[in-house]
């Protein structure tokens, strides 16, 4: 791997192997999501915690101060809305010029395996990669499931996660499962996890990330369950005690536990 390539992994992905991204990309489909109407107000508590930032050009350039920023995972694809027919149909939105003059580490595309549109996005990747590899930008391609949420066992998402490092991406972002050991012990490439909708209880969270982290995740790219929490400092600093910090869900759940209950008082 060339120079370039491996400082810029190394900016996002820390010494201990491990890496906290924080989505808040959320609006290039959704609009402006809950708790996300205003991204630049949305990190300003949380984003110490965070390794890297994971967002649009958009959002980044007129949101994120470009001094001192954390290190960017820019999404550069979309073209699609919750209100329009398929979400699936997305293509490449953002060039690599563009990536290259906004100074990114990485670049993400979300590919739709068993959708009608995954030849696309999956050429799309491919084509990401070559550009990516062209100028020393690591991809990171996003696993999507669209609506289908129940999509989400270790079949399905390791046969994506595979196909996606196979294709060329350095990072494979997919949602964690039962079985999670099958989806990354079959992909060649680090796999992190997205966290999906505000889940009912906050120890899932923790449950999940640190479940998935035994079995051979490096970290995550998750956003709604700590932006959308009543307590997003506490939540991002228990999944930083697991990720960076080797502790239990339940003692992660301890120190949000304390976290929130010193904010309160
Ligand atoms: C949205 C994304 C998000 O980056 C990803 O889903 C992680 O966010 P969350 O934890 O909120 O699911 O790709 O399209």
């Known amino acids: 791997m060339d120079w370039g390539m491996k400082n810029r992994l190394s900016q996002i992905i820390k010494p201990d192997g491990h890496c906290m991204f924080l989505p808040i990309d959320h609006g290039y489909f959704q609009g402006p999501t809950s708790k996300l109407e205003k991204p630049g107000e949305t990190i300003k508590p949380i984003i110490d915690y965070a390794d890297a930032l994971f967002c649009t050009r958009g959002v980044l350039r007129a949101a994120i101060n470009p001094q001192g920023s954390k290190p960017i995972i820019l999404r550069v694809s979309g073209g699609t809305s919750m209100v329009g027919k398929d979400l699936s149909n997305e293509c490449i939105t953002t060039s690599i010029e563009d990536a290259i003059r906004l100074n990114v580490s990485a ?75 099958k989806v990354t012990g079959g992909c060649p490439v680090p796999v992190v996890m997205a966290g999906g909708p505000k889940t009912n209880s906050d120890l899932e969270v923790f ?59």
């Open 107 to 181: 670049i993400g595309l979300s590919v739709f395996i068993g959708s009608d549109y995954e030849h696309q996005t999956l050429k799309s990747l491919g084509k990401l990669v070559d550009e990516g590899e062209r100028y020393g930008i690591p991809v990171m391609a996003v696993t999507a499931v669209g609506r289908e949420m129940e999509k989400r066992d270790a079949r399905y998402l390791g046969l994506c996660c595979r196909i996606a490092a196979e294709l060329g991406a350095k990072v494979v972002k997919t949602y964690w499962c039962e079985n999670f050991e």
């Open 207 to 265: 449950e999940f990330v640190y479940d998935g982290m035994q079995k051979g995740s490096i970290g995550v790219n998750l956003g709604r369950n700590i932006w959308q929490n009543e307590h997003p400092v506490a939540m991002i600093k228990g999944l930083h005690a697991i990720i960076h910090g080797k502790a239990t869900a339940k003692e992660a759940n301890e120190l949000f536990v304390t976290e929130k209950n010193k904010k309160q008082k």
